[in-house]
């Protein structure tokens, strides 16, 4: 049987359902399961994803011909369904190409409405329709659309405006207009005639009056853009992969500007920003459905209740909004009832919030798309548990809808309560994404990628943001828009990732080719400070001071879901008792690395250390030591204090000498004036300590190995700690950790010297406490041999940043230079520093977690590499039957969720 490539739908039947997400796309999966539902959905088909491999595999003429029969056959299955024909004047049937991956891409792709017109159908359209101004300004955003999608007429450069929007802005002043619902059908007309001579100028061809060529040339569209700039920095951010393709989406159309009984929407069944339990959304009066997302006109609200929030957010009273601005209950009143129920329908059937696009044409409704909807941190976390309260999902549901890193968002700074008091607002648009962002302004995508290079904080301001402007919106701090409304293309990325945005600031002004913006009575260049409040919609002169935000209850509760599911704990990577505490409030359970060459930076420290390094003898080098141990103890003691009850694991100093000591001659000097030597002799000494590759040279346990008198000093101010600690009625839990072992004899000299020197201690005190000597398998031989290393160690501790580093042959810190280019050839799909390569160095950890095991079954592993704090990378140590993963203070709540689903998954 031949592969079946195209799944029709409509009038309450579908080929396909829900189930069929992968190979139908988000959204045909979808419209499908709205057929069956009995809704209002326009008859379509939908090309499946495996066409699109094919088409990126054997390209555009091989898959015509592939999928024609199909095609043409759906098509015939529409007209049958509307009573209409396709590339027939007298009764046409005009359709939608849009696109549809498995996971939403909001605005990524192309979309093409009206296909299917020409010069004898726009007669027809406006004969049947009795609407010469509708049909006219369909074939203008038709010709306009194919022209920008298909034939690719795109502005130069950011400082230019769309090709056919300067035709039409010019059009616009000379009519003295300022809405493209102002121009009458002799302007449209002029506009399709000079819009066709602008494809003529830009292709030297014709615009393509058959629908066929349309048709062929939107789908084929559809499929390229699963390939374009944008498409693929969404799918690296969100780590897409390349290979599940898109589907394409032809469905009859139906018009939201027929008129004033007509319009276009999107709605949420709850608010996507804060989650609260309301349903929501905007529309437009005679509009198609691409004005509402790309914010060129800001839209009203579909609700009374929104459209008051909006108006008072706005300043304008309560008589302008109903005359001037009314709600869609308030307009349509029919329409916006049927809307709701079918909102609320659409949740209690998916468990989750929906975010829907909707056509009125004519009076009539009818449902275009339905989706989980994007949400911010905040929001994900109320709407499941709302949901778990009401009863609608269970505890593991919740914890699974999870994005673990999205719980970061909840983790960011708020502004200063107090700093707001002082703040000058000087514009107000929409709350469209909540969150405190202050950063210097920049006006393109490609200047806050710049700007960002250079680690300057930016706010991307625009007129209105597009696909395009995604590389910069990724890296900006914030975004504010002149125009758009909630559910903008703005809005919706920015909610997607995390990031704070200000939307239909309409007050303001940009001026792109200036790089200036104007609000307040202030202008504002390239590089002047602003603030972003996403919570209330105010914009801030100047860098507003932020604090730690007050997590809500919610958080704690998935804090305690995750507890209640987790096989794997989490411990955090801490320095000093300040991190530990932080860390504990986030419920880590221990210290997985203390890294103790942090402490010697401070104050004093560094002196002695120095003077460590520069003796020429042990008996020197011990005399700087005994300076070092009581403030190494005192530190030591803090974290033992912070982390009461629980293991803390201590890394024996690790980095190679010469990070400590000074390279300009100034600072020599000063040292070889305090330790009685010559500048000459610290040159010599700091120069011998230079290396060619030092992170391969003497450092880690080689230091240890040639210096024992480091361990021992460090050995003693950790016992010691403990015992004080102890002695107070903290409930210590000492791990020695021993960095960079390869063989057993490495491990075994360091093992010997902590063990003599503990009971020294323990002799000298009078009293004992127990501790553990452990590793940290770092290299790659440490892994292979991890069977004879267990003989000696009480525990395995993973360092995967060094792992990475030693399996792959790249400098940790030179890999950027070229990884960046990896990733947009397909080298690599993901930087292996920030997500497991669990293929190769995965399978060494793999390797050492069993063998170790196999000789010393209890042995305790866990992993201490960024990686802990990464969720697919916790989830494959927890997989592996790790005891815990560590990571940075602010990591362990994404850690914890994604261990606790990791149980769950299992």
Same mark, same amino acid.
């Given at each position: 049987m031949p592969m079946k490539r195209v799944y029709t739908f409509g009038d309450g039947k579908a080929e396909g359902n829900a189930e069929m997400r992968n190979l139908l796309g988000g959204k045909g999966a979808n419209l499908a399961e709205m057929n069956l539902l009995g809704m209002p959905v326009p008859p379509g088909f939908t090309?499946?994803?495996?066409?699109?491999?094919?088409?990126?595999?054997?390209?555009?003429?091989?898959?015509?011909?592939? =999928?024609?029969?199909?095609?043409?056959?759906?098509?015939?299955?529409?007209?049958?369904?509307?009573?209409?024909?396709?590339?027939?004047?007298?009764?046409?049937?005009?359709?939608?190409?849009?696109?549809?991956?498995?996971?939403?891409?909001?605005?990524?792709?192309?979309?093409?409405?009206?296909?299917?017109?020409?010069?004898?159908?726009?007669?027809?359209?406006?004969?049947?329709?009795?609407?010469?101004?509708?049909?006219?300004?369909?074939?203008?955003?038709?010709?306009?659309?194919?022209?920008?999608?298909?034939?690719?007429?795109?502005?130069?450069?950011?400082?230019?405006?769309?090709?056919?929007?300067?035709?039409?802005?010019?059009?616009?002043?000379?009519?003295?207009?300022?809405?493209?619902?102002?121009?009458?059908?002799?302007?449209?007309?002029?506009?399709?005639?000079?819009?066709?001579?602008?494809?003529?100028?830009?292709?030297?061809?014709?615009?393509?009056?058959?629908?066929?060529?349309?048709l062929w040339g939107g789908i084929c569209a559809v499929f390229d853009s699963w390939m374009n700039e944008r498409a693929i920095l969404y799918r690296r951010m969100n780590q897409i992969p390349e290979e599940w393709g898109t589907a394409v989406n032809v469905q009859a159309m139906v018009y939201g500007n027929m008129g004033d009984n007509s319009a276009t929407g999107v709605a949420f069944s709850r608010d996507a920003a804060t989650g609260e339990n309301m349903f929501n959304g905007e529309y437009l009066i005679n509009a198609q459905g691409e004005d509402v997302v790309a914010g060129i006109?800001?839209?009203?609200?579909?609700?009374?209740?929104?459209?008051?929030?909006?108006?008072?957010?706005?300043?304008?009273?309560?008589?302008?909004?109903?005359?001037?601005?009314?709600?869609?209950?308030?307009?349509?009143?029919?329409?916006?009832?049927?809307?709701?129920? =079918?909102?609320?329908?659409?949740?209690?059937?998916?468990?989750?919030?929906?975010?829907?696009?909707?056509?009125?044409?004519?009076?009539?409704?009818?449902?275009?798309?339905?989706?989980?909807?994007?949400?911010?941190?905040?929001?994900?976390?109320?709407?499941?548990?709302?949901?778990?309260?009401?009863?609608?999902?269970?505890?593991?549901?919740?914890?699974?809808?999870?994005?673990?890193?999205?719980?970061?968002?909840?983790?960011?700074?708020?502004?200063?309560?107090?700093a707001l008091k002082r703040a000058k607002v000087v514009a107000k648009g929409l709350p469209a994404s909540p969150g405190a962002a202050a950063g210097q302004v920049v006006f393109s995508a490609e200047e806050a990628e710049a700007w960002a290079e250079k680690k300057k904080k930016v706010i991307l301001v625009r007129i209105e943001t597009s696909p395009e402007d995604?590389?910069?919106?990724?890296?900006?701090?914030?975004?504010?828009?002149?125009?758009?409304?909630?559910?903008?293309?703005?809005?919706?990325?920015?909610?997607?990732?995390?990031?704070?945005?200000?939307?239909?600031?309409?007050?303001?002004?940009?001026?792109?080719?200036?790089?200036?913006?104007?609000?307040?009575?202030?202008?504002?260049?390239e590089g002047d400070w602003i603030s972003l409040n996403g919570s209330t919609g105010e914009v801030y002169d100047g860098q507003v001071p932020t604090t730690e935000p007050e997590l809500g209850g919610d958080f704690g509760a998935i804090m305690n879901l995750a507890a209640k599911y987790t096989k794997t704990l989490v411990r955090t990577n801490a320095d000093t008792p300040r991190d530990a505490k932080q860390a504990r409030s986030f419920g880590a359970q221990g210290i997985g690395l203390c890294r103790t060459e942090h402490m010697f930076f401070e104050g004093d420290r560094i002196k002695a250390v120095r003077e460590m390094i520069l003796s020429s003898d042990v008996d020197g080098r011990r005399k700087a030591l005994a300076k070092l141990l009581p403030m190494q103890r005192a530190d030591f003691e803090g974290i033992f204090e912070a982390m009461d009850g629980y293991g803390v694991t201590i890394r024996l100093l690790d980095p190679p000498l010469h990070e400590f000591v000074p390279h300009q001659t100034a600072t020599q000097k000063e040292l070889a004036s305090?330790?009685?030597?010559?500048?000459?002799?610290?040159?010599?000494?700091?120069?011998?300590?230079?290396?060619?590759?030092?992170?391969?040279?003497?450092?880690?346990?080689?230091?240890?190995?040639?210096?024992?008198?480091?361990?021992?000093?460090?050995?003693?101010?950790?016992?010691?700690?403990?015992?004080?600690?102890?002695?107070?009625?903290?409930?210590?839990?000492?791990?020695?950790?021993?960095?960079?072992?390869?063989?057993?004899?490495? =491990?075994?000299?360091?093992?010997?010297?902590?063990? =003599?020197?503990?009971?020294?201690?323990?002799?000298?005190?009078?009293?004992?406490?127990?501790?553990?000597?452990?590793?940290?398998?770092?290299?790659?031989?440490?892994?292979?041999?991890?069977?004879?290393?267990?003989?000696?160690?009480?525990?395995?501790?993973?360092?995967?940043?060094?792992?990475?580093?030693?399996?792959?042959?790249?400098?940790?810190?030179?890999?950027?230079?070229?990884?960046?280019?990896?990733?947009?050839?397909?080298?690599?799909?993901?930087?292996?520093?920030?997500?497991?390569?669990?293929?190769?160095?995965?399978?060494?950890?793999?390797?050492?977690?069993?063998?170790g095991r196999a000789t010393k079954p209890e042995l305790k592993v866990g992993i201490c590499g960024e990686h802990g704090g990464e969720p697919s990378s916790v989830k494959f140590c927890a997989k592996l039957g790790m005891n815990y993963v560590s990571c940075s203070p602010y990591r362990v709540p994404i850690a914890r969720v994604a261990a606790a689903q990791a149980a769950i998954e299992e």
């Open positions: 090309i499946t994803t495996e066409v699109c491999n094919e088409y990126t595999l054997k390209g555009r003429d091989a898959v015509v011909k592939l =999928i024609q029969k199909e095609v043409e056959d759906a098509i015939a299955h529409v007209e049958a369904l509307t009573g209409k024909k396709f590339d027939n004047p007298e009764n046409p049937l005009l359709v939608s190409v849009r696109s549809g991956a498995r996971a939403s891409m909001p605005g990524m792709m192309d979309t093409v409405l009206n296909l299917g017109m020409n010069d004898a159908t726009v007669a027809s359209l406006a004969e049947k329709s009795g609407n010469p101004r509708f049909a006219w300004d369909s074939y203008r955003r038709f010709v306009q659309m194919y022209g920008d999608v298909v034939l690719g007429m795109k502005p130069k450069s950011k400082a230019d405006i769309d090709p056919f929007e300067e035709i039409m802005d010019k059009m616009k002043e000379e009519k003295g207009v300022k809405l493209d619902t102002e121009l009458d059908v002799e302007d449209l007309q002029n506009l399709v005639k000079q819009f066709k001579a602008a494809v003529k100028d830009f292709t030297g061809k014709d615009f393509p009056d058959s629908a066929w060529e349309q006109r800001t839209p009203q609200q579909i609700t009374v209740e929104g459209s008051r929030r909006w108006a008072n957010l706005q300043g304008i009273s309560e008589q302008e909004r109903a005359e001037k601005y009314p709600s869609l209950e308030e307009s349509m009143p029919t329409c916006a009832a049927e809307l709701i129920a =079918i909102a609320n329908r659409l949740e209690n059937y998916y468990k989750d919030m929906q975010d829907m696009e909707f056509t009125i044409q004519d009076g009539k409704l009818w449902m275009l798309q339905t989706r989980n909807g994007k949400r911010t941190g905040a929001a994900m976390v109320k709407i499941a548990m709302d949901l778990l309260r009401a009863g609608e999902i269970d505890e593991k549901t919740t914890l699974l809808r999870m994005e673990p890193q999205k719980l970061d968002e909840l983790l960011h700074p708020v502004f200063d309560k107090s995604l590389r910069g919106m990724a890296v900006a701090q914030g975004i504010l828009t002149m125009r758009g409304g909630m559910t903008s293309h703005a809005a919706v990325v920015a909610r997607g990732m995390g990031k704070c945005c200000v939307s239909g600031a309409g007050e303001i002004k940009v001026d792109y080719k200036a790089k200036t913006v104007d609000m307040g009575g202030k202008t504002y260049k305090e330790m009685g030597l010559t500048l000459e002799e610290v040159k010599a000494k700091v120069d011998s300590l230079e290396e060619f590759n030092p992170m391969l040279g003497h450092r880690g346990c080689r230091l240890g190995i040639t210096y024992p008198e480091i361990t021992e000093m460090q050995t003693r101010a950790i016992i010691e700690a403990a015992l004080n600690m102890k002695a107070r009625g903290i409930d210590v839990h000492p791990e020695i950790m021993i960095p960079l072992v390869g063989t057993l004899k490495e =491990i075994q000299n360091q093992a010997d010297v902590i063990n =003599i020197t503990a009971a020294k201690v323990f002799e000298e005190r009078g009293e004992s406490v127990p501790y553990k000597v452990g590793t940290m398998i770092e290299v790659p031989r440490a892994a292979l041999t991890a069977d004879q290393i267990a003989t000696v160690a009480d525990f395995f501790s993973f360092g995967t940043n060094d792992l990475t580093q030693m399996t792959f042959g790249y400098s940790r810190d030179d890999a950027p230079k070229f990884l960046k280019f990896y990733k947009e050839h397909g080298i690599i799909k993901t930087d292996p520093f920030e997500v497991l390569d669990q293929e190769g160095v995965g399978q060494l950890v793999r390797m050492g977690v069993e063998k």
